[in-house]
């Protein structure tokens, strides 16, 4: 019996380290995007590009959208842990448990973070033709004064800007009619039409029709003001520090991936995206960037799904699809 574990003892020391220098990536790799438009597919095909560079083999992206991003988390949640298959994620990651508990795959801990890559401000727009003479402390007074008389819209029930929402109605003790529709953009142009009267929205998707007069932003949900829009208060500056609420970005593998190749993901994206001219092409789409790795992000994820555990409890929001 001695020899018997002697010989496995051997077998496992010479085969450790043949495991650890096994090289990655040998074939191409999938970065998986949720959805296939806006700011994930800029900073997905940003992704691809760079890490293309940095780990010399082909990232190509895969999109697998449909049902929030519940498609794409549970396909890579279920992939082979070998550091071929990665998604891009966002907010939906820690909303989609935290308004949902019948899902057949747990997105807090079937994956292994790699690393938060980027964030997108958001910015607290309304119809101009009927608050275009207010400012947020005309408005809030307004609002709180007539309860249940004004609308927002949201890209659905339980999307990250129907939870912002809900979160600034806590804060500010309002009552607004919530409006979904089947996704932002769409809630946009009927806050434009006047269908609704305010809608919180990314900041890069909202400049022209701010810049245009079709929407007038109220406060930037961010802690400083925007270049993009410089006269515009920050959510710290209207009296909201709580409402510092951005769309992040981050890397994710299924759950089981060896460290050795996490890391190795991670100082990729951090030297690739890290690069003058890449952040620069980052910011002109209004993209900023903000890395993190793989411990501080897994950090991250626990404490942003707390946050929005915390409204959908206070907001009784429950959705089981």
Do not use: C
């Amino acid at each position: 019996m001695k020899r018997v574990w002697a010989a496995a003892m051997l077998l496992a020391a010479f085969a450790a380290p043949a495991a650890a220098d096994t090289p990655y990536p040998v074939k191409p790799v999938k970065l998986v995007l949720p959805f296939p438009t806006g700011a994930t597919f800029v900073v997905g095909q940003m992704l691809a590009e760079t890490l293309t560079r940095e780990l010399g083999e082909a990232v190509v992206i895969e999109n697998k959208s449909g049902a929030g991003g519940r498609i794409a988390m549970e396909h890579v949640a279920r992939s082979q842990p070998d550091g071929y298959t990665l998604l891009l994620t966002s907010p939906t990651l820690t909303i989609t448990p935290a308004i949902n508990s019948n899902l057949r795959f747990d997105p807090l801990t079937d994956f292994a973070p790699i690393a938060k890559v980027s964030e997108v401000p958001n910015v607290f727009v309304v119809n101009p033709q009927k608050f275009g003479q207010m400012d947020f402390n005309a408005l809030r007074k307004q609002i709180t004064s007539d309860p249940g008389k004004f609308s927002y819209g949201s890209g659905g029930a339980g999307s990250s800007n129907h939870l912002a929402f809900e979160k600034f109605k806590a804060l500010t003790n309002t009552d607004i009619l919530h409006v979904p529709y089947q996704g932002a953009s769409q809630a946009v142009t009927a806050a434009v039409g006047g269908q609704i009267d305010m809608v919180i929205n990314g900041l890069p998707n909202s400049v022209p029709l701010i810049k245009g007069k079709q929407l007038k932003a109220m406060f930037v949900l961010t802690r400083e003001r925007q270049p993009l829009l410089p006269d515009v208060p920050s959510a710290v500056e209207v009296g909201l520090p709580e409402m510092v609420i951005t769309t992040w970005y981050g890397v994710l593998a299924p759950k089981g991936t060896p460290k050795a190749i996490v890391d190795k993901v991670a100082g990729a994206i951090e030297r690739g995206l890290s690069a003058p001219k890449v952040r620069q092409k980052l910011a002109d789409n209004g993209i900023d960037f903000a890395y993190s790795g793989p411990e501080a992000f897994s950090a991250f994820i626990k404490a942003d799904y707390a946050d929005w555990k915390k409204v959908v409890t206070e907001a009784a929001i429950n959705i089981q699809n």
